[in-house]
């Protein structure tokens, strides 16, 4: 099982951000499931 943790620090836009980045990353490498 892969874990993964993402901390964004005093910006609100970091967050949506790296959900954005990190969804592509999972579609890009077929890792949903």
Request: hydrophobic share 40%.
């Amino acid at each position: 099982m892969i874990k993964i943790l993402f901390i964004c620090h005093c910006n609100i836009c970091r967050s949506p951000r790296a959900e954005f980045i990190m969804k592509d990353l999972v579609e890009k490498n077929g890792l949903s499931n």
